[in-house]
């Protein structure tokens, strides 16, 4: 068994809140915790027929890097615009039009990416606002899709400023994403956490490709089997990896939310 590498140190404890609080927030974006799981936070039958709508959306597409191809999503993440201006500007200029069609699939219920920014806007002392980089607004509520028995997420990490340079982004502390499940199978599409950031030779490679390859690195410090309705919050900038789901389609909605202090908004995109 590969054993974790002698430079890292995992920077926060294996315990999962099952609430979502202010406590709870403040203490996953300092990382005391490895992460909030709060079973049942959304309808599972209206999850089934949004579900249901995504794996057969227009908009499906694929993620563009090797270790990732296999995985659909629904409008195109901020990840995709590859630091290229006209991928950019493609993006800004569909975030709204793509939030309000997400926004129509779950009509006429609140769809979870909406209730979870509303609670967190609640919840965390300085509220919470969609992310704008250079005055545009981002896209937010991504669906992501793994074809059954094939795709999946190697252990990689995930952090706004290896995307952007735009100034809106200058002091963000942590990075966390929030996940809520539509539809995920009896057997695999586990969630896998490391709870430690990659090394800088990690990193090199998860630029390139979008993964390490799994037996490269140690056991994951903590391991998840959603179930549909749940919401998982956790910090991507640390180590994830999601294993491919057996038989069945894994749908999820998601949002990425930048911290910079409890004093600063938090900041939602896709």
């Not at 300085?126 to 094939?150: E, I």
Request: proline share 7%; net charge negative; aromatic share 8%.
């Amino acid at each position: 068994m590969t054993t974790t590498p002698p430079d890292v140190v995992r920077s926060a404890t294996s315990k999962i809140a099952d609430e979502l609080t202010t406590e709870t927030l403040l203490q996953l974006a300092n990382r005391e915790i490895g992460a909030i799981h709060v079973r049942g936070y959304y309808s599972v039958e209206v999850a089934a027929e949004v579900a249901t709508k995504a794996i057969n959306h227009q908009a499906l597409g694929h993620y563009h890097k090797q270790h990732t191809s296999s995985v659909g999503r629904v409008y195109m993440p901020h990840i995709d615009t590859r630091w290229d201006k006209e991928l950019t500007d493609k993006y800004h200029e569909q975030a709204l039009p793509a939030i309000e069609d997400v926004r129509s699939m779950f009509r006429p219920y609140l769809s979870p990416v909406d209730r979870i920014r509303l609670e967190l806007q609640e919840l965390w002392p300085a509220g919470a606002n969609l992310l704008r980089l250079r005055g545009r607004a981002c896209f937010v509520g991504a669906f992501r899709v793994f074809q059954p028995n094939t795709s999946e997420f190697y252990p990689h990490n995930d952090a706004i400023d290896q995307e952007t340079d735009a100034p809106e982004i200058e002091g963000v502390l942590n990075q966390l994403v929030a996940n809520i499940y539509l539809q995920v199978p009896d057997e695999g599409g586990n969630l896998q956490l490391w709870l430690r950031e990659p090394t800088a030779e990690e990193k090199k490679q998860i630029l390139d490709v979008e993964g390490l390859e799994p037996d490269s690195v140690e056991e994951p410090a903590v391991q998840i089997h959603p179930e549909a309705g749940d919401l998982i919050i956790f910090s991507p900038r640390q180590l994830h990896a999601v294993t491919p789901a057996k038989d069945t389609h894994r749908v999820g909605a998601a949002a990425f939310i930048a911290t910079k202090g409890p004093q600063e908004p938090l900041l939602f995109w896709s």
